[in-house]
Structures are given as structure tokens and as C-alpha cells.
């Protein structure tokens, strides 16, 4: 199951948005997990997503969140002709058409593909670096 989530800048337009949705996903057979939050909230739930969509109005927070969110989550923008018409159908197309991965599938085919190149998982510093340099460098409190 996908975990996406809506953002817009109280959480009410997005929570329409995605009930209408997720009914559009249910009558297709689609299994999604949906949730609208405000934009006040977007940043606490970067890690628990695999997609976020941000409303038009939050274009100037899609490069933040894209720089604070890992690897595994998408942001993308929720067109405006969508999000003015609450349509949960070609909102659902829009998530269809990105292809997404869950977190699992992420992590099974970034081992996978450690593995066929050779990487442990140990940092790549450690053999640069000395014992007493690492020591160094780490923050201190």
C-alpha cells in the first residue's frame, strides 16, 4: 500500500480532495492510504510517506520539503485544475501515472543492487579517514 499525502495551507481543501480519492481508488480496486494535512504539519510526516502532494498555493515550499525529505518520498505539485475541481479521478490518474514504489520495494532493490555492485554497509569515510580523524570531525555537544 502507497502512503500519500495531501497538503494544503489548513488541511481542508486537501481533505475533500482526498476523500474523493480515495472513493475513486476504492471503486477501482486500487489499495491507497490518503491523508490531508496542513502545511504546518507537511514536515513532521516527510518520513512516513512515499508521495507528497502539495497544493498550488505551496509552490514555494516544494523545493524545501524536497530538500528535507529522503530519498524515498516524492513532492510533487497537485495541478491546479484538479485541486479548484475536487477531482479525485484525475487526481487518482496523476498518482497512477508516477509509477510509485512503496518504501519496501525502495529498500529491497537499493540492497539488491548494493549487493550486485559490491558496497557494504559501512561509510565510505572509513577508509579515508583515521579512527582519531572521524573523532575530529564528529559534532560535539
Not at 3 to 29: E, F, P, V
Not at 31 to 46: F, G, P, Q, W
Not at 52 to 67: F, M, T, V
Request: glycine fraction near 2%; proline fraction near 3%; charged fraction near 30%.
Amino acid at each position: 500500500m502507497v502512503n500519500i499525502i495531501l497538503c494544503c495551507s489548513s488541511g481542508m481543501s486537501t481533505s475533500i480532495l482526498s476523500k474523493r480519492t480515495k472513493l475513486a481508488a476504492d471503486q477501482q480496486s486500487i489499495s491507497l492510504h490518503i491523508e490531508a494535512v496542513d502545511s504546518t504539519l507537511v514536515e513532521r510526516k516527510l518520513e512516513q510517506a512515499e508521495l507528497i502532494l502539495l497544493g498550488p498555493h505551496l509552490k514555494y515550499k516544494l523545493e524545501i520539503l524536497r530538500n528535507l525529505a529522503p530519498l524515498s518520498t516524492r513532492i510533487e505539485m497537485i495541478d491546479k485544475a484538479i485541486y479548484q475541481s475536487f477531482d479525485g479521478n484525475q487526481l487518482l490518474k496523476f498518482i497512477l501515472s508516477l509509477d510509485l514504489k512503496t518504501k519496501k520495494e525502495i529498500e529491497k532493490s537499493t540492497k539488491e543492487e548494493s549487493e550486485e555492485k559490491g558496497w557494504t554497509n559501512q561509510s565510505p569515510f572509513k577508509s579515508y579517514f583515521t579512527p582519531e580523524m572521524l573523532e575530529a570531525l564528529r559534532w560535539k555537544r
